[in-house]
């Protein structure tokens, strides 16, 4: 089926410091997301980004996040600075459609990122 | 709060054996329910899901039962098999207002023992 790449599958980071995850979503899909599960908790919806644009994000996407996806290459999640609670795994997924038909996301397996 | 929940995070059940998962909602306006099926470090993918204007939808040995007066929706899996053992997440969102925003359970961990 369908696969979206998330790269890399685990960051380690200085708390301060950027990192950018990055994501190679399915080709056709134009809508995207991000992600974010805590070890335990369950995954809760970050950001949703079509043609340019965040559409809409959570109270989790805090100001020192960022998305983009230039020249329509990876869809990146831009974290500065980090700091320590946002040592999770961030999901990545693409849909065809917003909603209605087609809308099934399709996700990849995560980058674990640890903020020491 | 959350907005999605699974009870029983973790069990087990013998080769072809039936189980149930369960997931209670409390958001009224959640119209898409789904089934997510997770093997460690890999990618969620869609078991089943079903929109809100059906009660039960089947696929093979997976079923999907709705219950919206009841807020609860659970997953059949009959005749299990090894390769059932993973990690069952459930979601639902709104699809006709905010789109594929999906909230999530904290997800079950199913053991099928041969």
């Known amino acids: 089926g369908p696969k979206v790449l998330q790269i890399p599958s685990h960051q380690i980071i200085d708390m301060g410091q950027m990192v950018t995850l990055n994501c190679d979503p399915v080709s056709n899909h134009l809508y995207f997301y991000w992600y974010k599960q805590i070890l335990g908790q369950q995954m809760e919806f970050l950001v949703n980004f079509y043609n340019g644009k965040v559409m809409e994000k959570s109270k989790l996407f805090k100001d020192q996040f960022s998305v983009e996806r230039p020249d329509g290459s990876y869809f990146t999640l831009k974290i500065q600075p980090t700091a320590l609670e946002d040592s999770a795994v961030y999901f990545c997924?693409?849909?065809?459609?917003?909603?209605?038909?087609?809308?099934?996301?399709?996700f990849g397996a995560g980058t674990r990122l640890s903020v020491l | 709060g959350q907005q999605v929940k699974q009870s029983s995070p973790s069990l087990t059940v013998q080769e072809g054996g039936i189980l149930i998962l369960n997931c209670d909602y409390e958001?009224?306006?959640?119209?898409?329910f789904a089934w997510y099926k997770k093997y460690p470090d890999n990618s969620p993918t869609l078991l089943i899901s079903?929109?809100?204007?059906?009660d039960k939808r089947e696929d093979g040995r997976f079923t999907v039962f709705l219950n919206k007066s009841g807020k609860h929706f659970s997953l059949h899996i009959t005749a299990s098999q090894p390769e059932d053992t993973a990690v069952y997440l459930c979601a639902a969102g709104d699809q006709q207002g905010t789109g594929s925003k999906l909230s999530f359970g904290k997800g079950a961990k199913l053991t099928v023992s041969p």
């Open positions: 997924a693409s849909s065809l459609r917003l909603g209605g038909e087609q809308n099934t996301l399709y």
């Open positions: 958001n009224d306006m959640f119209d898409y």
């Open positions: 079903v929109r809100s204007n059906v």
